[in-house]
């Protein structure tokens, strides 16, 4: 298998992290101002796809994301707009079908999710739910979710929100729903579940060399192939920065990510980040910060390696200057996507395995570990 350079795409996702403006942090309504500015810079230097997470914390103001991407759906034309991560365990689905659907018609068929469980669980505690049942609400959610974008009468009943008795959803989104993907951290079992349900893959990789999940990418397509799905689209969601030289960016970068990742080692339990292992995730991990060509060269290394067909980079920072943000995001579209797609012409390399599956499928379609 090879990666098709000419159908690759780029997108950039944002956290609605605030950013500071001539040194000034921004307040939360121009943060917000802001991202629908940057889904319009976005499109004009040529990214293909704008997308905003869902989260719930001081500096970050991407809480109510079918709000923004619908304003972004008024300032643009052309660009896809789409969820870094829709926390659909806390979510009614319901609701999220008649968010996305209005989102979907405002953006004339522009829209699209990215579905998981949530990696940060603040969503969990403020809308009532037991992260006890983070597997069980998720499945059942997204089993209902899914019948609403594919059926167009809806019968059911669960565990988790009130039975549905032959609801047709207004407004409707397109015959078949808008564009579903599984957004995974890791673990085997949402790979395959992607696989079961015949949704495209969003790895979100955001420590460690990028290159260890081939083994999640040869059990997705395992399990497509077990379930009777053709192939189907592989993305990776990674951090960075593109500035002019590899020092300014990665000076820039530490100085705003090194907080913020403290916080979280307080928050998670994992080892604070240092000067070395900065550096480290940087040359071989899943930093990808430096020059245009020093980033591109590494993004074309995870295309082949991981078999992807699109590249999302999460561009902003807790209190990242609004001017290193447009710059990077200019540099991505006018200088990396176009570098990386002429580095996949010329050595598009085979799509292979050098590392033994992270699991294996049984036949009532689980992930066991080998």
Excluded: C
């Excluded at 109510?64 to 689905?93: E, H, M, R």
């Excluded at 081939?214 to 951090?239: C, D, F, N, T, W």
């Amino acid at each position: 298998m090879s990666t098709d350079a000419s159908e690759f795409e780029f997108g950039l996702n944002s956290f609605g992290d605030v950013a500071t403006d001539g040194g000034r942090v921004q307040t939360d309504a121009e943060a917000v101002r802001l991202l629908v500015e940057e889904a319009q810079l976005a499109e004009s230097v040529g990214l293909d796809v704008f997308s905003v997470g869902e989260h719930y914390k001081e500096n970050q103001v991407d809480s109510a994301t079918p709000v923004v991407l619908a304003a972004a759906a008024q300032a643009t034309s052309t660009i896809g707009l789409g969820t870094s991560v829709t926390v659909l365990s806390t979510q009614d689905p319901v609701r999220l079908y008649q968010e996305f659907a209005t989102v979907d018609a405002l953006s004339q068929g522009r829209t699209h999710l990215v579905l998981g469980r949530a990696s940060a669980i603040e969503s969990f505690p403020l809308f009532g739910y037991d992260i006890a049942e983070y597997e069980e609400i998720f499945e059942e959610k997204l089993d209902l979710f899914l019948r609403l974008m594919h059926e167009d009468r809806v019968t059911w009943s669960g565990k988790y929100r009130a039975p549905l008795d032959d609801v047709r959803l207004h407004p409707r989104m397109p015959e078949g729903g808008v564009p579903a993907w599984i957004g995974i951290g890791g673990s085997p079992d949402s790979v395959v579940r992607a696989a079961k349900h015949g949704l495209p893959l969003m790895m979100a990789i955001i420590g460690g060399r990028p290159e260890r999940f081939a083994g999640h990418v040869e059990l997705y397509l395992r399990a497509l192939a077990k379930y009777g799905h053709q192939e189907l689209p592989i993305a990776q969601h990674s951090l960075g920065l593109i500035a002019e030289t590899d020092d300014e960016a990665k000076n820039v970068h530490w100085k705003y990510w090194q907080p913020v990742v403290t916080e979280i080692s307080k928050e998670r339990g994992f080892y604070p980040p240092t000067p070395e292992r900065y550096a480290e995730e940087i040359e071989f991990g899943a930093l990808y910060v430096g020059s245009p060509e020093t980033v591109a060269q590494k993004m074309a290394a995870a295309a082949r390696a991981n078999h992807l067909s699109r590249f999302d980079l999460k561009y902003d920072l807790r209190h990242l200057p609004r001017e290193v943000r447009e710059s990077s995001i200019r540099l991505f579209g006018e200088k990396v996507a176009p570098r990386v797609k002429e580095l996949l012409t010329e050595d598009p390399g085979d799509w292979y395995l050098t590392r033994r599956p992270v699991a294996r499928i049984t036949k009532d379609g689980k992930a066991v570990h080998v």
